[in-house]
């Protein structure tokens, strides 16, 4: 009721859904309750806001939505199955979306940042931090403005692009 309220006080033109949560572990070491955890808060939460955005989106002129996904859920990363699996059912979940919310106009996509200097990154040992740089073809993590400048574009200026995945990872994945 809160999140319909606000929407109705300001309207909706673009939702940007970008909650996660990261608990890494191998699917056999990982207690199942954590590992379903990872997922709900990734894949449940995105699907209600979208739910409960969906009916003000309609109303705007070009609506969009972009989900934050990972090139983890693209690509795979060993010891990380539930995260890895969350941000992989985003990726299908925007998908249908698309299909879904196409006659009103909506166009869903896909932002998958590779290695962000965040919060969440901030705990990677220095030793595990200079590998990924060394892996990623720019040499370096991403910053906060280079993502939210990528959901900028798919919430603004991609208006021909629905159910697309723009990966933002400076070449990790490649």
Known sequence: DRVMHMFQKTGLDALVCNA???QGGRLGAMDPDDW????ELNVRGTAA???AALPELAKSDEPAIVLVSSV????GHAGDTAYASAKAAMVGFARSLAKEAADDGIRVNVLAPGFVDTDMTAAIPERSRRAIADATLLGRFGTVEEIARAAVFLSE??????GAVLTADGGWSV
Do not use: E, N, P, Y
Not at 36 to 39: H, S
Not at 157 to 162: P, S
């Open 49 to 51: 806001v979208a739910r």
């Open 36 to 39: 379903w955890r990872v997922v």
């Open 157 to 162: 200026d991609a208006t021909f692009c629905t």
């Open 72 to 75: 983890v859920g693209l690509i």
């Open 20 to 22: 996660g949560q990261w």
